[in-house]
């Protein structure tokens, strides 16, 4: 079955911290596509990433890091030196590499960024 | 500027009534789609579309009719038969051209329905 697991619920960090979101997937297929997503308090969601299941390398973009780990099925999350304005729900997504290639997200981790 | 468009924000309906939820993107992309999220849980496909005249029923499409006859536009009707409407709909795109950028969807503002 296609399933993403993200286990954290909430994360709460203080201004500066770095914060890792966490990230495990199942999936049938041997291609593959993962994403994260920002979901701001206003609602709409902000696409930040796609990883394709034969790109194994690390991706860092400005504060923001992702680790993809196949062995694990893990496709972590990383802010570094967070700040009040990293607050929001963040999504991991699987696409279902069928006719549909619907999102299969995970349930959200709500990161609370304090002053 | 290209985007997604979901209107209205808020909408509030009573309860046995039916409502239609507009959505239209101006970025050419050929498939649409429409989510639902509950608080505290991830995005749930109600249908979607790869080509107009055409689309397909998701993981909960029970309670829902769409249709799709312009590529631009995508509108979500919540029928008095679905259970629980009151929700979080999202509206998403996505192109069906070469590349793996094919694969990113794209979203709209969303509408936050409330039925009493």
């Known amino acids: 079955a296609q399933k993403v697991t993200q286990a954290q619920t909430e994360i709460s960090v203080v201004e500066k911290e770095d914060v890792t979101l966490d990230c495990v997937y199942e999936t049938r297929d041997t291609t593959y596509y993962l994403f994260w997503y920002k979901q701001p308090p206003s609602g709409e969601l902000v696409f930040l990433i796609r990883r394709n299941s034969f790109d194994e390398q690390n991706e860092i973009s400005g504060r923001y890091s992702w680790n993809f780990q196949k062995s694990t099925s893990s496709f972590n999350f990383t802010i570094t030196a967070s700040q009040v304005v990293d607050s929001a729900v963040y999504f991991c997504?699987?696409?279902?590499?069928?006719?549909?290639?619907?999102?299969?997200f995970g349930s959200g981790t709500r990161l609370l960024v304090r002053p | 500027d290209g985007g997604i468009t979901q209107s209205p924000k808020y909408l509030f309906r009573k309860e046995g009534q039916n409502v239609t939820l507009s959505c239209e993107q101006n970025l050419n992309h050929d498939a649409m789609y429409w989510y639902r999220q509950d608080p505290g849980q991830g995005l749930r496909l109600i249908y979607y579309s790869q080509i107009v005249n055409d689309f397909q029923k998701g993981d909960i499409a029970e309670g829902y009719s769409v249709s799709r006859e312009k590529k631009e536009s995508f509108p979500l009707t919540v029928t008095s038969a679905q259970k629980n409407p009151t929700a979080f709909y999202l509206c998403?795109?996505?192109?069906?051209?070469?590349?793996?950028?094919?694969?990113?969807?794209?979203f709209g503002p969303g509408t936050r329905l409330t039925v009493t």
């Open positions: 998403a795109s996505t192109s069906r051209g070469n590349g793996p950028a094919r694969y990113e969807q794209y």
């Open positions: 997504a699987l696409i279902m590499m069928d006719s549909s290639y619907k999102l299969i």
